[in-house]
């Protein structure tokens, strides 16, 4: 199977064609698979070279002209090292564009600490009426890239992984999917962690959510899985940093007794470059380790639903 990144740069060259206000804006990372765009489209294909910060101010001055840009590299190079021109040169400036990363977490452990976002989505939390799409399979990549684009002049980020679930489900860019009913409490699965969490909660008397648009958090779906007017527990299984959305489930349910668990991405740094799977061991994020967190969280209301 390709990877979402495989899907990044040909469904934007289609865009590309089948739009003039969109343009692309590259730091050397990931431009080959551009070379025909840009050949067919070289006032709005730009490679900056290797300056994030440019990379940045670069869309957001593409923006100010009245094209849709699509900004492009590692989460690393995309989030935290030009943050201060996000938050000024979109932000303040009011103006809207794609951000689309790759490499996630931890996607190339090789890399090393310098190649790794953990705290990506956590930094967007930090600014103003920002949309961020998690896909968990490449399908769905597809799907809320075109929604990203199609967004009028919002502001988005798509977080592109190598992680996958084995299939892809219909997203709208917008809620979340209820994937399994229980009554013992509700999990919610983002983006590629959906067949860790399925695996992890197999036969407990759970509610398991589906989430690949996280930012604005659907509060009417938590709340009706929740069955709000009783007391609510919610566990969160994100694949960044841990507790990243426990405020906006807070916040979702405010009004009644509720307990909520963030699992995520830990705080520690792993200094051994090992294999993706030997991270998310780690962190806790594979279908063993969850079970364990998410049935003691939850306690005996839990127990296996009757066949």
């Not at 695996?199 to 938590?222: I, K, M, S």
């Not at 007017?229 to 694949?239: I, L, N, R, S, T």
Request: zero cysteines; glycine letters at 10%.
């Amino acid at each position: 199977m390709d990877t979402m990144r495989d899907r990044f740069a040909p469904v934007v060259s289609r865009l590309l064609d089948e739009d003039p206000r969109v343009a692309v804006v590259l730091a050397e990372i990931g431009k080959d698979p551009f070379e025909a765009a840009m050949r067919k489209h070289p006032d709005r294909v730009i490679n900056v070279g290797i300056r994030e910060q440019l990379l940045v101010g670069a869309g957001a001055g593409l923006a100010l002209t009245g094209l849709r840009p699509v900004v492009h590299t590692f989460a690393s190079f995309l989030v935290e090292r030009p943050f201060e021109q996000i938050k000024l040169d979109f932000g303040h400036q009011g103006v809207g564009g794609v951000l689309v990363s790759a490499a996630a977490s931890f996607d190339w452990p090789a890399g090393g600490f310098t190649h790794m976002s953990p705290a990506d989505v956590a930094l967007f939390d930090t600014l103003d009426d920002w949309t961020v799409h998690v896909p968990g399979h490449p399908d769905e990549a597809e799907t809320l890239l075109r929604h990203a684009v199609a967004a009028g002049d919002d502001k988005v980020y798509v977080r592109l992984s190598v992680q996958s679930n084995a299939q892809a489900l219909p997203v709208d860019g917008a809620g979340f999917l209820t994937v399994r009913e229980g009554r013992g409490g509700v999990v919610i699965a983002v983006g590629p962690m959906l067949d860790e969490v399925l695996a992890a909660t197999e036969g407990l008397d759970v509610t398991v959510l589906y989430a690949t648009t996280v930012r604005p958090f659907d509060e009417r779906t938590l709340r009706r899985a929740a069955g709000v007017g009783a007391a609510a527990d919610v566990v969160v299984v994100e694949p960044y940093l841990a507790g990243t959305s426990t405020a906006a489930v807070n916040d979702a349910l405010a009004d009644v007794p509720h307990r909520v668990l963030g699992l995520g991405v830990g705080r520690r740094e792993l200094r051994r470059y090992g294999r993706i799977e030997e991270h998310m061991a780690a962190h806790g994020l594979d279908a063993a380790s969850l079970r364990g967190r998410i049935s003691a969280f939850l306690g005996e209301r839990t127990a296996v639903r009757p066949s």
